[in-house]
């Protein structure tokens, strides 16, 4: 099925769990600086989950939101459709012991159901900038940090996301109260009309289990008006031979994110966000590295300042 995960593999770094990965990783698989900056030269991306990946699990006591479940939709009826949706399929989504099909087809009926609500219900884009104003939403500790080493070692960041692209944006917008050259949204991504209203969403659904199918997508090439590949955009990364990739996410699904690349070396840092004790060792077995607890992103940069 493409949708069993791809386990790392040709990977030197040893699987490590908490303290004392970062020197045997650092060691065995290393993630060369490009030789010229926006040249190029392999470029080796950084490809990472949104919603309890780069954002955290637990704020302030409350479950933090996820793009999905902060979006006020302005119509009280529709909100609460969605919220129920939330409250029979998540848990769904986060059990270990539904196979992998039947989890697929599951997530498919949540996605197709949630977005069809929020195009009947009606969502502006002006609902989504107070949405996120209003959201309990937060980065991990460390994220700003790590975006800012990535951008300055010119290195790509694709933020690979089940969620909606419009919103994630807002999000960083919002929060960061500033972009990043090098960081890049992949999610689904909703149509407005000229009076700001949502009619529908482009191209294919991502949900958390097919996110395999649209890395292959994004391997299809982009050319400049010159007819090259347009080497500037994150997209294109995905067309070329890597050496090593850092992937980045908090579930098992999210390993399918690389499948349209090809490379040499992966490491995959899994954020094990809740069933801790049911899913501890699927997240050993499939990830290079598994923090918990809402770990924050200051072993992911140590890292990435051990392998550029
Ligand atoms: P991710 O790819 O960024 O992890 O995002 C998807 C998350 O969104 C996933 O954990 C489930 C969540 N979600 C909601 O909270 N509400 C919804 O209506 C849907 C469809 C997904």
């Not at 997508?217 to 400049?224: E, G, K, R």
Request: hydrophobic fraction near 40%; glycine fraction near 8%.
């Amino acid at each position: 099925s493409p949708c069993i995960p791809v386990l790392p593999s040709g990977n030197s770094a040893s699987r490590w769990w908490f303290d004392g990965f970062h020197e045997h990783v650092a060691g065995g698989c290393r993630l060369p600086r490009p030789k010229v900056a926006g040249g190029e030269e392999d470029r080796n991306p950084v490809i990472a989950d949104f919603d309890g990946t780069l954002t955290r699990y637990w704020i302030d006591g409350r479950r933090g939101q996820t793009s999905h479940g902060l979006l006020q939709q302005g119509n009280a009826e529709y909100d609460a459709k969605r919220q129920a949706l939330y409250e029979y399929y998540h848990p769904l989504e986060i059990s270990p012991t539904i196979p992998i099909e039947e989890k697929t087809k599951l997530m498919e009926e949540w996605w197709e159901k949630t977005h069809g609500l929020l195009i009947e219900g009606g969502v502006t884009y002006d609902a989504i900038k107070k949405s996120v104003s209003e959201a309990t939403i937060a980065f991990r500790d460390g994220v700003v940090e790590l975006f800012e080493v990535l951008e300055e070692l010119d290195v790509p960041v694709l933020v690979f996301s089940a969620g909606l692209a419009d919103i994630i944006e807002e999000v960083f917008r919002q929060k960061l109260h500033r972009s990043f050259k090098n960081v890049k949204v992949v999610s689904n991504r909703m149509v407005f009309d000229e009076k700001g209203c949502l009619v529908a969403f482009k191209g294919k659904t991502i949900h958390v289990l097919n996110k395999n199918e649209h890395a292959l997508d994004m391997a299809a090439p982009i050319h400049d008006k010159f007819g090259y590949p347009n080497v500037y955009n994150p997209d294109s990364v995905l067309m070329k031979q890597r050496t090593n990739v850092l992937l980045l996410g908090d579930h098992v699904g999210d390993l399918g994110m690389s499948d349209g690349l090809s490379y040499e070396n992966r490491i995959a840092v899994g954020f094990l966000n809740n069933n801790t004790e049911m899913s501890f060792k699927s997240y050993l077995d499939a990830f290079d590295v598994v923090y918990l607890n809402d770990a924050s992103m200051r072993g992911v940069v140590e890292l990435v300042s051990h392998l550029c």
